[in-house]
Every structure is written in C-alpha cells, then in structure tokens.
C-alpha cells in the first residue's frame, strides 16, 4: 500500500516512515500539509497519517481537501503529540478513522494502519482470489488466467494486472503505480508504465469483448473501467433523467 504522511518533526516522521517501510508498505512523507495537498492532487495513495500542528492551512481543510481528491474510501489516521481529548474528538468529528498519540509502539502502529486498511480494502487483505469478468488472478501462485486459459506474465506484469483489477473504477496516478510495482517512488519522466501498460493490454486482451477497458487519465495516471457498470451508471442516468 501506498501511504502518505503529514509530520512536522523530522525524528517522528522518520520513525513512522520506518515502521510502515519495513510492513513492505510505500511511504509520501511531508512536513507540509499545503505541499502535501498540493501533491495529492495529482496523486494517489491508499491511506493518510497526520498531524495538524504546525501547519500552514487547517487541519479542518487539509482534511477536507484531501476527502475530495481522495475520496471517503481512503483511511485517514492522525498521529500526534497532542492527546487532548478536545484534539481527538474534533479529529473524528471532521472525518478522521483513528487517533494515535506520539510516542507510539511501532507494533501497535502497525495493527491500527493494518486494521483500517483492511477496513478500507477487505478483497486485498482477505481474498487469496480476485475475479472479474473472464479474468481470474490466483493472489498465492502470482498466476492469471482468462476464460480459463492460463497467461504467462512476467513479475512486474503481474504485479501490475493485480493492482488495476483490484482497483477497479479507481484512478491510479503514475507514481502511485511506480511505487507498487516498481517498489520506488517516481521522480522523473519515464515511458516505463505506458509501455508496460500497452504490453499488458494486448497480453490480457483487455478490451470491449472481454468487458474491460484500461484507460489513461489525462496528467494523472491509469483506470480499469468495468464496462458492465459504465454503462449500468448510463442506463441510470438516463432514466433518472427521462423521469424529470
């Protein structure tokens, strides 16, 4: 999983960056909720630890900002020093999962981010399968197959095929898909994923026939569209319109 992180002392934040890296998850560490905001508008990741002290903008609207790039879907965990219960309180009334205080045992940081991410992500936690359409992934062996025919994939283009379908709908930003597959961050412009991505559709045969369509989004990354509820969400609107 891809976590961001708000922390404006440098020892914490180094020290939750630890924690989480050495769980195999990717960490974005800031000390600077404006900066951070402005770098998720253009990213994406599967969880949030912050702290609102020190910042430039309001936690309120840190918060809020990143609820709407984000979505409701993402876990947000505060970490931090103050543990006025007026602190925690107001955390969760403005949206926040869970409240931790610093210091922290690094074991039971790891049970509070893994038990929300579950949450947030039951099929990635609790299923060992994942099945779309004509397309099944076998999570344990690294193996796909569709229609039932097996598809030869290399590491990296597993690793890939697995995170679009299990992320169905949802818009991946290209560093966001470097930091899962690639297991760094992305720092300069490479063609890398595009490759891999047009590689990967002909390999699966990602298309109309098959009920799938791996689209690029403009300045931001990829989306694996589900055809059957694209056009679900059209008949829907389309009535819904007809009715008024």
Known sequence: MRIAILQRDADHR????????????????????????????????????????????????LLRTLRAVNGSQIPVLFVSEDASDESVVRAFSIGADDYVCLPVCPSVLRARVNAL????FPD????????AGPYHFDMRHQA?????????????????AALFFSN?????????I???????????????IDSHVSRLRL????DT????RLQPVYKSGYRLLCLQDENEALAAEGAELESV
């Open 168 to 176: 169905i709908g949802r818009v991946l930003s290209r560093d966001h």
């Open 144 to 160: 796909v197959s569709v229609h039932g025919k097996p598809v030869l994939l290399s590491t990296t283009q597993y690793r890939l």
């Open 14 to 61: 180094q020290q939750l960056e630890r924690v989480l890296t050495q769980c195999g998850h990717a960490c974005v560490p800031s000390s600077d909720a404006l900066l951070l905001a402005r770098t998720l508008a253009a990213s994406t990741v599967d969880m949030l630890l912050l702290d609102w002290q020190g910042s430039r903008i309001a936690g309120t609207e």
């Open 178 to 192: 470097y930091a899962m597959v690639w297991g760094r961050e992305l720092h300069t412009l490479t063609r890398t």
């Open 203 to 206: 390999l699966l045969e990602i």
């Open 209 to 212: 026939p098959n009920g799938f």
């Open 117 to 120: 991410l579950r949450r947030a």
């Open 124 to 131: 990635r936690y609790e299923n060992l399968t994942i099945d």
